[in-house]
């Protein structure tokens, strides 16, 4: 599986036996056939989905030989077909002990992708990927048919980054099946997939995916560094990945993006990014990226440039009201009362009349409520979901209110922060603003708006500093690149877009050209 | 690594101190305020008696949001407190009131007409010194005391202090008789060159009080707030009213007409008498001093235009000089309306109009001399008027009914 093209395959044995070895003799395959079989069972502790099939052939029948496979997880139908091949084979051959081995590589098996291999650890280890094995008597090696196969997700809809227009594939938690739905979109012989395999016991496989030319050859180097330093047990999500590759680790920002859309992903990787997948998540990282991608959608693009700014106008206003309401209401309702227009005070000192809690206490005790019941809906089985939701609406709603225990705008403030904090098209994104949130309340009723204003400085410092595999958490504002400015919180239509984000993608010269120039539409000129 | 870890405790602790000291330093919560609508200031003989309008928000916002369920409540109150200066005064409150004195939402502060004649420095130090009360709060004088104003309900309006600052602000705007004076523009007069301001007369028209709720549920309430005279003020103190007519002549010559009504007699062809309505749009007005042979004279330039907005005459206003004749009348009654009040600035002694600033500004060598005794150079100083008036509308009839009326007979 991890071995799709011959370049690649010499370089992935090395690893593999190199991940093995640790010290340990390799076990080579002996003329004898009982005594490999015994030693593969062995090897991979006799488990009963180890399906062993002795057969004769008949051109050779005092040579025996064994088909190994895993059940579950090879291709029944590939078996099917191989096991055909090999039973009805009627081909006429030379009797010689090398031929049996030749004969079965060359005329019988009737699958796309073979290999042989010498060792016990090599064969077995394959045999777990999905491999089928056929070891012949008195011949020292084995061969290794590619049946990877069985039960997986089909390509659905993406569930977590939905868009009105646009593709509606999503990535599974097959990797080949990942790669392939890239390939169909980029159709470029410069897109480059690198396999890795990550974790002791898991042996994940991992792609890293460019285009060779698009993105920096300094990024790609980082990137697999970085995977390559990696040393663990098990990888079993992207996220794993994520923090072990990430630039800074203690940061409220993901440094890091992941989606679960094929067309993000390739969107990314043509401006430069590059993009991890990981075998059994559908979602895969874009990295380095900017502060300002986590507010961009797919979508921003397949519709008008118009309401796509507009729409970024409102995430990001979104952003900020989800890290900043609650501590401005806290801070302007116990420090600067004289920033409200008369009225309003009025109506909230009112509504304060007879709540025992001071208005920072009234806040925690309303976040911390939706954290709850956020996490509740997230967590708990399906079927009761509807209970949660008529439970949540007393506990946050007018019924808290008439209880006595909080002020209706603070349940109005709660819920606009709430519903702001959905608007961000990147979950981990909003999550920092949750996180962050928290911290400015406490300011905000610590110190008043000094407070947050503090904290907004000490923040915007940390932002600064943050790299994203080495590029500026926020480019292109600072450092300031001016022409990549028209694809950050606007959106220039298509054919003002000409260059690829500088900084981000190769600085090779003919390569920074999306379009040509003058493709603006223009009728007067072509009708003269 | 272990850097990290450890700033990052650091974050912790100090963010969770925060959540510990909250309390401290200037918090206050909402429900901790008592929200000062309107101030009265006013002087016994000996002590200053400062009297507060507090707002009850839950009267307010049970009025505005559930109608009729339990008994009404009055969504202010008023009480007193005494000093020997207004700061004593103000913190005695503390002893009588469970909520701390809230002033950023003041809207007006009324002085009594005596403690207007005693002189209110002290009450412009404390708006200056202190950071609570704004310099933005509206002004006012009243004849009786203080607190009487404070203590009347408004029609339409539930906080009366809003009330009376939304009456002083709208007839600024619409009628220009009386202006309304903010702390800080009362503090600039009486500082300038000539050392005196002006301040706009509220009082209360009608015997009884309106100060229970039970007056509201009749069609016509017993007492009204009405704004009146304008207060003319000299070295921080009171010296005298002028009229409403003389009012409107100070607010031209100190350009601050912004829109107002102009009525001047007409007589038509059949020696009807009537009245002409004009409403001035647009005015400016442009005070110069002029030093001719060692005399100082004023000149103001007029430069009106308005509509037509009633007519009684009979008059074919097709006719040009028909219209040139009423834009004449209405500049000559604006120039009367100056000059009384020039005449009247002068008889009192105080030059409210700002003719000081600009004989300081043009002359500023023979100033010196003059600011000696500024109030007996303006005394002898005369006021020439050029007033021009424009017509821009007719209104939508272009011949008034009665002209059209009169016709009809004749044919």
């Known amino acids: 599986m991890f071995n799709n093209n011959k370049n690649k395959q010499t370089a992935g044995d090395d690893k593999q036996t190199g991940t093995d070895r640790n010290g340990q003799v390799e076990q080579l395959l002996v003329p004898d056939l009982e005594q490999n079989m015994e030693r593969l069972q062995r090897f991979l502790g006799d488990g009963a989905d180890i399906v062993c099939r002795m057969l004769t052939h008949r051109s050779f029948p005092n040579q025996r030989y064994t088909l190994f496979y895993m059940d579950g997880i090879v291709d029944g139908a590939s078996i099917g077909t191989m096991l055909l091949g090999l039973l009805e084979d009627a081909n006429k051959v030379t009797e010689d002990t090398e031929g049996l081995y030749t004969h079965l590589i060359d005329r019988s098996i009737a699958v796309g992708k073979i290999r042989s ?87 994940t496989n991992i792609a890293v995916v460019y285009l060779q030319g698009i993105a920096q050859d300094d990024v790609v180097q980082e990137v697999h560094r970085r995977i390559d330093q990696i040393e663990i047990d098990a990888i079993l999500e992207s996220g794993y990945i994520e923090e072990f590759i990430q630039d800074k680790a203690f940061t409220p920002f993901p440094l890091i993006q992941n989606t679960e859309r094929p067309d993000a992903a390739c969107a990314g990787i043509l401006e430069g990014q590059v993009v991890i997948m990981v075998s059994g998540t559908p979602f895969v990282l874009i990295a380095p990226v900017t502060f300002v991608k986590f507010f961009q959608s797919s979508e921003d693009y397949y519709q008008r440039y118009d309401i796509s700014t507009f729409l970024r106008f409102i995430r990001v206003a979104s952003f900020f009201i989800s890290m900043l309401l609650p501590s401005l209401y806290i801070a302007i309702t116990t420090f600067h009362q004289e920033m409200l227009p008369t009225p309003l005070l009025i109506s909230l000192a009112a509504q304060r009349e007879g709540v025992p809690f001071p208005a920072l206490v009234e806040a925690f005790l309303m976040e911390i409520t939706f954290e709850i019941l956020r996490e509740a809906g997230v967590r708990m089985p399906r079927i009761i979901g509807p209970a949660i939701s008529i439970v949540g609406a007393l506990v946050l709603g007018q019924a808290a209110v008439q209880a006595g225990l909080v002020s209706a705008a603070m349940v109005i403030v709660v819920s606009f922060t709430a519903i702001a904090s959905f608007v961000i098209p990147a979950v981990n994104m909003g999550s920092a603003a949750r996180l962050i949130r928290f911290a400015l309340m406490i300011l905000g009723g610590s110190f008043g708006l000094f407070g947050i204003m503090s904290g907004l400085m000490v923040l915007l410092a940390h932002m600064s500093g943050l790299r994203s595999f080495g590029k500026p958490y926020l480019l292109p504002f600072s450092p300031l690149i001016v022409s990549n400015l028209k694809d950050t919180f606007i959106r220039v239509p298509w054919w003002a877009m000409r260059k690829r984000p500088i900084g981000m993608s190769s600085n090779r010269v003919p390569n920074q050209h999306r379009i040509g120039g003058g493709k603006r539409p223009d009728p007067d000129q072509e009708g003269a | 690594m272990k850097s990290t870890i450890r700033s990052a405790m650091m974050a912790v602790v100090l963010l969770s101190l925060c959540i510990m000291t909250t309390g401290c330093w200037n918090r206050i919560e909402l429900n901790e305020l008592a929200i000062t609508s309107a101030t009265g200031v006013d002087w016994d003989g000996h002590n200053w008696v400062m009297s507060y309008q507090v707002l009850i928000p839950s009267a307010i916002s049970a009025g505005i949001g559930t109608s009729g369920s339990g008994t009404p409540q009055s969504p202010v109150i008023v009480y007193s407190t005494k000093g020997k200066s207004i700061r004593e005064a103000m913190m005695h409150s503390f002893s009588e009131s469970p909520r701390k004195l809230f002033y950023a939402h003041n809207r007006v502060v009324i002085i009594s007409e005596e403690v207007a004649r005693r002189g209110f420095n002290e009450l412009l130090d404390v708006y200056f010194r202190n950071s609570g009360p704004r310099e933005t709060v509206s002004m006012l004088v009243t004849p009786g005391t203080a607190r009487r104003v404070l203590e009347q309900f408004m029609q339409l309006q539930i906080i009366p202090g ?124 442009r005070l110069k001093p002029k030093l001719t042979g060692g005399k100082l004279s004023y000149t103001a330039k007029v430069d009106a235009s308005g509509v037509l907005t009633e007519s009684d005459c009979a008059q074919n206003l097709y006719k040009p000089d028909i219209t040139k004749k009423m834009e004449s009348k209405v500049a000559q009654q604006i120039q009367q309306i100056l000059k009384g009040a020039w005449k009247q600035g002068q008889q009192m002694g105080a030059d409210v109009f700002g003719a000081a600033e600009k004989a300081h500004r043009k002359y500023p060598k023979a100033w010196k001399q003059w600011s000696k005794d500024w109030n007996s150079v303006f005394a002898e100083t005369p006021l020439e008027v050029q007033a021009q008036f424009r017509i821009t509308r007719m209104g939508l009839s272009n011949k008034s009914f009665q002209y059209l009326t009169e016709k009809d007979k004749k044919g």
């Open chain 1, 117 to 203: 291999a010498t060792a016990i650890e090599e064969v077995g280890y394959a045999m777990l990927e999905g491999s089928s094995v056929i070891l012949v008597e008195g011949s020292l090696k084995a061969i290794l048919i590619d049946t990877t196969g069985g039960e997986s997700r089909s390509v659905e809809e993406p569930t977590s980054q939905t868009v009105v227009r646009g593709p509606k594939e999503g990535f599974t938690e097959n990797l080949r099946t990942n790669t392939a739905l890239v390939r169909r979109i980029i159709k470029s012989p410069k897109l480059r997939f690198d396999y890795k395999v990550i974790g002791r016991e898991t042996r």
């Open chain 2, 162 to 285: 809003e009330g009376m600052k939304d009456i002083i602000l709208s007839e600024a705007r619409n009628s220009s008789i009386l202006p309304n004076i903010p702390v800080y523009q009362m503090g600039m007069n009486l500082t300038g060159d000539a050392k005196s301001g002006v301040l706009p007369e509220i009082y209360i028209s009608g015997k009884e009080d309106t100060s229970t709720l039970d007056s509201f549920t009749h069609t016509t309430i017993p007492s009204k707030l009405k704004l009146g005279r304008l207060a003319i003020m000299h070295n921080d103190r009171m010296i005298g009213w002028m009229n409403r007519r003389q009012s409107l002549g100070v607010s031209f010559l100190r350009g601050e007409v912004k829109q107002t009504t102009i009525v001047t007699p007409c007589t038509d062809e059949q020696g009807h008498r009537g009245f002409d309505t004009f409403v001035i749009q647009h005015s400016s007005t």
